[in-house]
């Protein structure tokens, strides 16, 4: 683009890969270098049109984030933190397991659940899950409200074909999501995705899953280009108030990152088929001690 | 003759030793390279190749010029061989191997092969060294001694292999021949004068084979489930791509484009002088606009098999290449069936496979929330299932306790709080011994000091001959 409409003469090219950081910086540099040559006659101007810069470098920088539109979760406190009040779509979202659960991605897969179902709920398109193993149990999905009927599974147990198979994913018509369950993740494969998420509108999910500790203390810091990343932990249930056993499921939802939003954490009672998901509520009538003494309920 | 002997007569013998698993392997791909003058070829003992030319012969110019041309190309090759072209594969094999040196191509007209394998040896009716012995020993030594001979007491002094291989030879018994692969049911074929080796030559002339098939295709009203591109190399080596769709198809630019996928696993060497386009499998297809969107695809015959047809015909492409590059097996679906055997109640089902239309999946929305315990109807199951069940160590109390500890991958997990249990047999319908299930299982859904939540069951009873074995069967979330 011109900046045209600026000032005469005064053209400035946006690079699209630039951050708003880097493009405010630019602009500034300019400005500061017109001030400078006309010996600040134009200062009011200058400083004036700085807002103005600011708005339109907001407006260049949407599009990679929520161009798309995004899903809201329904959840007030959630949807807050995240810009424009929902998870953005068209692009790549990270979930990472805690604990020893990064080693089976139960919870990752079940978080993932969850919002798929309700990103598959209206409309047709399938969703592509890539996994390293074929260990995604059907009724276990539809507990969480996705349809099973509606997944595509590819199993293969490389990385790369993993991630080979996700970007095949984000360019196919048909297809409303990708998840891809990867151990190894390099910051270009991450990009790939992303720009390749980004153009097809297409939602994509990677489910981080390390074989061991190892792997997981190396990979679970390194950067990479996912528009969010949250991390599911799991707590312990809530007993309900009249049996013993396992009662409400709970999990602990933090996001770590978020472009253009803030990091946050949350309790949340696992979702499920029917209410996709519902913040703890509000752990306000949570009763202090279980009330049955006995540890197991018995069911059969 | 020992090797000792034969080097004392002649020192300067050139000798190797033999390598029966490489021959083998040559003799295999000079059948497959074979296939070139006909779908049905197979190798024949460690010194032949068999090849069906019956209906193909045409395509060459007759049986006189295919043998030429087969004759030229072997020589190329520096494989010296001999040819014979008769009714029978038992009197092509004795001919090519028995009959008088001469030329290196015999072709035996209709009819006269009981004439021709008269003055032949009896081995040459494929018969073991013994079996032959014997007969030379009754002074039965030509093939013709036998005509003459009653079969039943011929049976019951050397066998029924002697009259079994006299009646293959003298075509009054069938002998079918196995191929290699299977057989295709469509072929077109695309011989290039110079040998070619540039991607782009390759590339085009695959696009002309699709465009050929295709055609074919759209006249029958059918389109290509499997396909094979066999590039037939100078050197006798044959490539070849293997390709599979998730519908029948008979979009060229759709097959034209998994194929150039593929090209470059082709390695042309030298050149290609040959390319060989089969379908292997193909289905009904009546005509419609390839290449338009259908917002609603009208019912069609090859519909059942594609799960839930209109959800996956929109993503067929992509599966077709998922399937292509990591095998089509590795690319399913998730298909709910009714059985309360958990590893049974969802079955694997390739999406490009056969796939009777399915039951509409109702497991997704229904009931209240099943989890949390209160009021739930059904049971809760894992979001990941271990197959087969993996084992644990587990520490309990009372027989019919859940474990109030238990060591899963080398790793201890306390059990804080658990439900249970749901007891699991076999399904009594199935025949002992067949299930999945050869114990009664009783299901725990733990929950550990961390809070994670497993689903664990127990084989087997307490007073049992065997005790009871724990395993982790799957991960709630």
């Known amino acids: 683009m011109t900046g045209g409409a600026l000032r005469s003469g005064a053209s400035v090219r946006l690079l699209p890969t630039h951050g708003a950081k880097a493009v405010e910086m630019m602009m500034k540099a300019r400005v500061d270098n017109i001030s400078k040559s006309e010996q600040k006659r134009n200062m009011p101007e200058a400083t004036a049109f700085l807002p103005e810069l600011r708005e339109r470098v907001r407006r260049i920088e949407r599009p990679t984030a929520t ?14 933190a995240l810009p424009d009040g929902g998870l953005a779509q068209g692009a790549l979202h990270e979930i990472l397991g805690a604990g020893g659960d990064e080693e089976d991605g139960a919870l990752a897969a079940a978080f993932a659940a969850g919002i798929l179902g309700r990103l598959t709920v209206s409309g047709d398109g399938m969703v592509l899950w890539c996994l390293p193993r074929p260990d995604l149990y059907g009724p276990g999905l539809a507990a969480h409200g996705l349809d099973p009927g509606r997944v595509v599974l590819v199993s293969t ?6 991630l080979w198979a996700m970007e095949e994913g984000l360019r196919a018509p048909g297809i409303v999501a990708v998840v891809g369950e990867v151990g190894t993740l390099t910051a270009t494969a991450s990009r790939r995705l992303q720009l390749a998420a980004e153009r097809s509108g297409i939602t994509a999910f990677l489910l981080r899953r390390w074989r061991d500790g190892g792997q997981a203390a190396r990979e679970r810091a390194l950067p990479n280009a996912a528009v969010t990343r949250w991390r599911i932990t799991t707590m312990h249930s809530i007993p309900l108030r009249s049996e013993p056993g396992v009662g409400r499921l709970r999990w602990r939802v933090e996001l770590l990152r978020c472009r253009s939003g803030e990091p946050a954490c949350w309790e949340m009672e696992v979702p499920d088929a029917t209410d996709h998901v519902s913040l703890a509520a509000a752990l306000a009538d949570r009763p202090a001690a279980p009330l049955s003494s006995e540890k197991f309920r018995r069911t059969g | 003759m020992p090797l000792a002997d034969a080097l004392s007569f002649l020192p300067s013998l050139a000798t190797a030793a033999a390598e029966p698993a490489e021959e083998a392997a040559a003799l295999r791909r000079l059948a497959e390279w074979s296939g070139l003058y006909s779908p049905w070829t197979a190798p024949d003992g460690t010194d032949g190749v068999r090849i069906e030319i019956t209906g193909s012969a045409h395509l060459w110019g007759g049986e006189a010029a295919l043998a030429a041309d087969l004759v030229t190309r072997l020589d190329r090759q520096c494989i010296a061989g001999r040819i014979a072209i008769a009714d029978t594969l038992g009197a092509a094999w004795a001919i090519a191997r028995f009959a008088e040196a001469g030329e290196s191509a015999v072709i035996l007209p209709p009819g006269e092969v009981r004439a021709a394998l008269g003055p032949l040896p009896v081995e040459a009716l494929r018969l073991d060294p013994t079996t032959a ?11 013709g001694d036998l005509y003459a001979m009653p079969r039943d007491a011929l049976a019951r002094r050397f066998g029924e292999t002697v009259a079994e291989r006299l009646d293959q030879a003298l075509d009054n018994l069938p002998e079918p021949l196995s191929p290699l692969g299977e057989a295709p049911t469509r072929r077109v074929r695309l011989s290039f004068a110079e040998p070619i080796a540039d991607p782009a030559d390759l590339m085009l002339a695959a696009e002309r084979l699709t465009a050929d098939l295709v055609r074919r295709l759209a006249r029958e009203g059918t389109g290509a489930r ?25 979009d060229p630019r759709h097959l034209v484009a998994l194929f150039k996928e593929r090209l470059d696993t082709v390695d042309p060497d030298l050149g290609i002088e040959d390319m060989i386009l089969a379908a292997f499998v193909v289905e009904p297809l009546p005509a419609e606009q390839l290449g338009l969107p259908h917002p609603n695809p009208p019912p069609r015959a090859g519909e059942g098999r594609v799960g839930a047809g209109k959800e996956t015909s929109g993503v067929s492409p992509l599966i077709d290449r998922l399937g292509n590059k990591l095998g089509l097996a590795a690319v399913y ?32 929305r229904e009931g209240p929330a099943k989890r949390g315990g209160g009021g739930s109807d059904k049971p809760s199951r894992p979001i990941r299932l271990f197959e087969p069940p993996e084992p644990v160590e587990a520490f309990w109390l009372l027989p019919d306790d859940p474990p109030f500890r238990f060591i899963w991958r080398r790793r201890r997990h306390q ?9 699991i047999a076999d399904e009594w319908w199935q025949p002992e011994g067949s299930g999945a299930v050869d114990e009664i299982r009783d299901y725990y859904r733990v929950e550990d000091e961390e809070g994670r939540r497993f689903w664990l ?21």
């Open chain 1, 157 to 162: 147990p490389r990385d790369t074909e993993i």
């Open chain 2, 226 to 250: 499997r396909l094979d591109l066999t590039f037939y190399r100078v050197d006798g080596r044959v490539e070849r791509i293997r390709l599979g769709t998730a519908r029948p198809s008979r």
């Open chain 2, 333 to 364: 679906r998730l298909e709910p069936r009714e059985s309360h055997i958990p590893e049974r109640a969802l079955v694997r089902v390739p999406v490009a496979g056969p796939h009777p239309s399915p039951p509409p999946c109702s497991r997704g």
């Open chain 2, 133 to 143: 012995q014997g007969l030379r020993r009754v002074g039965l030594k030509r093939v």
């Open chain 2, 457 to 477: 069951f127990r084989a087997g009873f307490h007073g049992w001959d065997r005790p009871p074995r724990w395993f982790v069967h799957g991960v709630f979330s």
């Open chain 1, 67 to 80: 161009a798309r539109g995004v899903l809201p979760f329904g959840l007030a406190g959630i949807d807050r």
């Open chain 2, 415 to 423: 059990v804080t709080s658990a439900d249970g249990p749901e007891r």
